[in-house]
C-alpha cells in the first residue's frame, strides 16, 4: 500500500514529481482521533477534541493521513472528487479503512452521512480507477468505509476505557444520541475493469469504539 501511495497511483494519474509527502504511523491498542479542522476551530473548551476511537488490539494498524496526502496534489486530475481523513489498514488481517470524522448534532446527521459516504467512497475510488490500486485493494479480504461521528452536545466527560462496564453504562445514559453506536451496510463500488468490490459501510457514534 506505501509503494502504491508514494509511487504507483500517483505515476498512474501523470505525476512524476519527487518527494510526495505521505505521513504515516503505526499503532495498536486503543487509537483515538480528532477531525483537526473542525476540532481546531472548536469552542467546547472542556471537550477533549476526540472523534475516533478505534480498538486494534495487539495488531499493528498503519494510519495514513490520508486527507493531507491527496491536498498536496491539488490541482490535478488525481485530487478530484471526496478526500477522507485517513485511510487505515493491516497486513496481518488484511484490512483496508478509509475513514471520515465529523461532529454534528443530530439534526444534521443524515446530510452530513451523505457527505461522509461521498468522501470515503470517492477516496476509495480514486484507488479502483487504476489497474495498479485494483491489485493493492483487492488483495484485502476485508475492505470497509467508515462514518465516525460525534455529537456535539455530548457532555464533556472523560469516557471509561474498554472494561468499566458500569462508567460505559452510564455515559450511554447521560448521552442517549450514541446509543445507536454501530451501524453497517454492505455495498459494492466499480473497479477500472466494471467489476464489483465489496465493501462495508459503517457507521460508529463516538464513544463506542470501533472493534478491529
Not at 23 to 35: F, P, V, W
Not at 105 to 117: R, T
Request: proline share 4%; glycine share 4%.
Amino acid at each position: 500500500m506505501i509503494n502504491l501511495l508514494k509511487t504507483e497511483l500517483p505515476q498512474n494519474y501523470g505525476i512524476t514529481r519527487p518527494n510526495i509527502r505521505l505521513n504515516t504511523r503505526i499503532a495498536s491498542g486503543r487509537i483515538e482521533e480528532g477531525d483537526y479542522v473542525s476540532c481546531k476551530s472548536c469552542k467546547r473548551e472542556t471537550c477533549n477534541q476526540k472523534i475516533m476511537i478505534v480498538d486494534a488490539e495487539n495488531y499493528n494498524i498503519t494510519i495514513v493521513e490520508h486527507e493531507d496526502y491527496v491536498c498536496q496534489f491539488n490541482g490535478k486530475v488525481f485530487a478530484q472528487g471526496g478526500r477522507c481523513d485517513y485511510l487505515l489498514f493491516d497486513d496481518r488481517l488484511h484490512k483496508l479503512v478509509f475513514c471520515e470524522l465529523g461532529c454534528y448534532s443530530e439534526e444534521y446527521v443524515e446530510k452530513k452521512k451523505a457527505v461522509a459516504h461521498k468522501q470515503v467512497t470517492e477516496s476509495l475510488q480514486r484507488l479502483l480507477d487504476k489497474p495498479s490500486g485494483v491489485n493493492v485493494v483487492s488483495s484485502f479480504r476485508e475492505r470497509q468505509l467508515v462514518f465516525f461521528r460525534r455529537d456535539p452536545n455530548l457532555q464533556s466527560q472523560t469516557f471509561p476505557a474498554r472494561g468499566d462496564v458500569s462508567r460505559n453504562f452510564q455515559a450511554f445514559i447521560n448521552n442517549p444520541a450514541t446509543t445507536s453506536a454501530y451501524l453497517e451496510a454492505d455495498e459494492k463500488v466499480k473497479d477500472c475493469y466494471g467489476n464489483s468490490i465489496d465493501v462495508k459501510f459503517v457507521i460508529v457514534n463516538y464513544p463506542s469504539p470501533y472493534r478491529w
